[in-house]
């Protein structure tokens, strides 16, 4: 059974930083290209960092770059997201999750629980 399980978030001033963290079971992960999603309210779920399955080639949405920094450990089946000058447009449930996204028999997308991230004064 795969799972997804992140971890990391909260609440955090404007300016400020959180690591995000997601542990995956699973070897369909440690074989894959990696990413991290958020989806705020009343918006679509988005691809903000994207990570190769060997670490070595990451790409970032316009609206991230240059603040976010996307990791994975594949000994630990573990991928991060450092976040730093974050901004109130930056809150959203952060999913981590393969890229593109891993799908049931059903062709239904799977996500896990997410981590809720609030950026406010």
């Known amino acids: 059974q795969v799972q997804l399980v992140e971890s990391g978030g909260g609440l955090v001033q404007p300016g400020g930083s959180l690591s995000l963290s997601c542990a995956t079971s699973?070897?369909?992960?440690?074989?894959?290209?990696m990413g991290w999603y958020r989806q705020a309210p009343g918006k679509q779920r988005e691809l903000v960092a994207g990570i190769s399955s060997g670490g070595g080639t990451t790409n970032y949405a316009d609206s991230v770059k240059g603040r976010f920094t996307i990791s994975r450990d594949n000994a630990k089946n573990a991928v991060y997201l450092q976040m730093n000058s974050l901004k109130p447009e930056d809150t959203a449930v952060y999913y981590c999750?393969?890229?593109?996204?891993?799908?049931?028999?059903?062709?239904?997308?799977?996500w896990g629980q997410g981590t809720q991230v609030t950026v406010s004064s």
């Open positions: 999750n393969k890229n593109p996204p891993l799908r049931d028999l059903a062709f239904k997308e799977l």
């Open positions: 699973g070897s369909i992960f440690r074989i894959s290209a």
